[in-house]
DNA sequence: ACAATTTTTTGATCTTTATCAAAAAAGCCT
DNA sequence: AGGCTTTTTTGATAAAGATCAAAAAATTGT
């Protein structure tokens, strides 16, 4: 069987660009299509899975884009993380079988589901696998360390550009336009998952606007001095 | 061999506590002592490894308390955490086969390393071994996304009062008093662990031991109100 | 396409936390 | 133990970002 096929097939038309087995050989990729993949679509606003929520499979994403959430007791919600194609939903459920926090689609999405409990079964067949997902893993604590010092040590216009950088350089790796986001999130939603509130993130967008580093028309933003905000992220 | 033995040799006289392999069998877990665990002193204030080091190994640590860092180009730190014993030391580092912080030991301390490559072989052979490390990197990927919480919604008190409460917790678990805290950081540490600077946890440090929530010795921390505390976290 | 809703922008003001400064306390070294 | 360094406390002031408010713009449902 060769990959003309493979492309056809449930999610074998993305699974090879995802994180979870980049650097497989082509018969661990199609071992993986077959037997645990099941492609499924999530309309924009609705949730993947909800706090609490039994803990059943890891979930690819295809196509589209995803902001994952948790709730405090009294209320609030923190946005913990905004997903697109090729990034995996629902590594924190793991620790206890249960999700731990929110994913809603922000736009008509495609998701590949990967059943847990047999990707661990494969894990055990395949070492190379286990190895990519423990990296996968460490990954993602990486990038929650991250924005632990966007929070804990940044002032709020070096998150702001902190996170537009963020975005342009997984758009450009998705080999989509770096320099023209069309951000998918409110203003609110950026400003949960910078600390700030969305009139911060608002008048903040105008100030970049107005400093030319920016052209902001509403959620069309176009980069137009990427070395200032850079510079402003304090990578010189 | 029985386990009085085994508690003489090398990590065995702790390494049944850790959160690694908690759930194995006895004879996993003589396995995994017999064949990868090297206990190591680490003086107060030096480094177990610094940003940019290889990763050769996991660490767990045995008994004492560390802190971990990220550095920014620009010189500014973020504490990222607190590890006490039985928590594990350097799974950040899988992701890039580096170390992306600075680990340094808070008093003098004793970690169990664990060479990585043979902890992996180990988990190919033993299902249950990798399982238990899968939720371990799932579980700091929860905790992560709490401090995430903790930064990016909510207010200086509640962060300090969520910080003592953790820490409390986590003495409690080790059979350690819940309500006498002697804080191995310094203010600064604190502040940074909880994006605020040293004043303002020194300030409100002051004003919850005037409240009657605590009594601040310098270093040593009387939990006087736990409950008035839990409320300040939101915890009602 | 239009009314209703949601999101975004902008202004005025207030609150929280940072900054600067200096003294007090604690810890460290020999 | 005593001098030296580091850490902690506290006060006065400043700055960053939040809050409140209202209009403008964009999006949604029918």
Not at 151 to 164: I, K, T, Y
Not at 189 to 195: C, F, T, W
Not at 212 to 225: D, H, W
């Amino acid at each position: 069987m060769d990959f003309s096929e493979l492309k056809s097939v449930c999610c074998g038309c993305t699974i090879r660009e995802l994180c979870l087995p980049a650097g497989l050989t082509d018969q661990e990729v199609l071992l993986l299509d077959q037997h645990m993949s099941h492609r499924q679509p999530v309309k924009k606003g609705e949730s993947l899975y909800r706090t609490g929520d039994a803990f059943k499979s890891l979930y690819a994403v295809s196509t589209g884009f995803f902001k994952t959430s948790i709730l405090h007791e009294d209320g609030r919600t923190q946005v913990t993380g905004f997903q697109m194609a090729g990034e995996i939903l629902g590594l924190d459920a793991i620790s206890a079988d249960r999700h731990v926090c929110d994913a809603v689609a922000l736009e008509d999405s495609v998701v590949c589901e990967v059943p847990f409990d047999r990707f661990e079964e494969l894990g055990q067949l395949m070492t190379n696998l286990q190895r990519r997902f423990n990296r996968t893993l460490s990954r993602e604590i990486v990038r929650d360390q991250g924005v632990m010092l966007l929070l804990g040590s940044m002032r709020s216009e070096e998150r702001l550009a902190a996170f537009l950088v963020n975005l342009a350089k997984r758009f450009s790796a998705r080999k989509q336009s770096s320099s023209e986001l069309v951000l998918r999130m409110t203003r609110e939603d950026i400003g949960s998952y910078l600390g700030l509130k969305l009139e911060t993130v608002s008048r903040l967008l105008s100030r970049f606007h107005d400093e030319g580093l920016l052209a902001v028309r509403g959620r069309n933003i176009q980069i137009l001095n990427a070395d200032g905000l850079n510079r402003l992220v304090g990578v010189a």
